[in-house]
T-cell receptor, first 113, second 112 residues
Framework: KAGVTQTPRYLIKTRGQQVTLSCSPI?????VSWYQQTPGQGLQFLFE???????NKGNFPGRFSGRQFSNSRSEMNVSTLELGDSALYLC????????????FGPGTRLTVL | SQKIEQNSEALNIQEGKTATLTCNYT??????LQWYRQDPGRGPVFLLL?????KEKRKERLKVTFDTTLKQSLFHITASQPADSATYLC???????????FGKGNQVVVIP
């Protein structure tokens, strides 16, 4: 069974630009969560999607948004990039809301210059 | 406010010994707690889940305990090997099963 895939793996952007990251969950998994990981703050929850609906949202500004498609693939978008958005963005999938184990992808390393 | 604390100092341990990591939390009443392993440049990998009504859980050389009175979980790696060198993260669910709050992780270095 293929794992969670994320594209691109690395990205360099400049301040003010926007970026879209993509995540393909494990086949059959309907829940996709996004996390931001930085050395200072660690892993922080961004949002979770289930059956194309955002169910939970973390404490991030509205510049961070996402969506989920009918095939469970998900994208997250960050607009008006700031230097502090430089981080590893991780996507995790799980079967459904009652299944607790999350399977993480390799992440997208975003650098904002 | 809610906090999850893991030791920020790396744990250096001799091969074959038992590594013990601590996860303390405040202002949570989690139904379960999870442990993940993360290698540099990779996403976390799920290791174990322990529920609030379980005192101990084992998987191969790994053992986790969960004390809801002390608000603490201990993670043990017995007969440690250099391949166990990684950062280990504890995670608690917040509202909703798939919204996890993570500790900052504890690095383990197993010395051959």
């Amino acid at each position: 069974k293929a794992g969670v895939t994320q594209t691109p793996r690395y990205l360099i952007k400049t301040r003010g630009q926007q970026v879209t990251l993509s995540c393909s969950p494990i086949s059959g998994h309907r829940s996709v969560s996004w996390y931001q990981q930085t050395p200072g703050q660690g892993l922080q929850f961004l949002f979770e999607y289930f059956s194309e609906t955002q169910r939970n949202k973390g404490n991030f500004p509205g510049r961070f948004s996402g969506r989920q498609f009918s095939n469970s693939r998900s994208e997250m978008n960050v607009s008006t990039l700031e230097l502090g958005d430089s981080a590893l963005y991780l996507c995790a999938s799980s079967r459904d809301s009652s299944y607790n184990e999350q399977f993480f992808g390799p992440g997208t390393r975003l650098t904002v210059l | 406010s809610q906090k999850i604390e893991q030791n920020s100092e790396a744990l250096n341990i001799q091969e074959g010994k038992t590594a013990t990591l601590t996860c303390n939390y405040t202002n949570y009443s989690p139904a379960y707690l999870q442990w993940y392993r993360q290698d540099p440049g990779r996403g976390p990998v799920f290791l174990l889940l322990i529920r609030e009504n379980e005192k101990e859980k084992r998987k191969e050389r790994l053992k986790v305990t969960f004390d809801t009175t002390l608000k603490q979980s201990l993670f043990h790696i017995t007969a440690s090997q250099p391949a166990d060198s990684a950062t280990y993260l504890c995670a608690l669910p917040l509202w909703g099963n798939n919204r996890l709050a993570f500790g900052k992780g504890n690095q383990v270095v197993v010395i051959p």
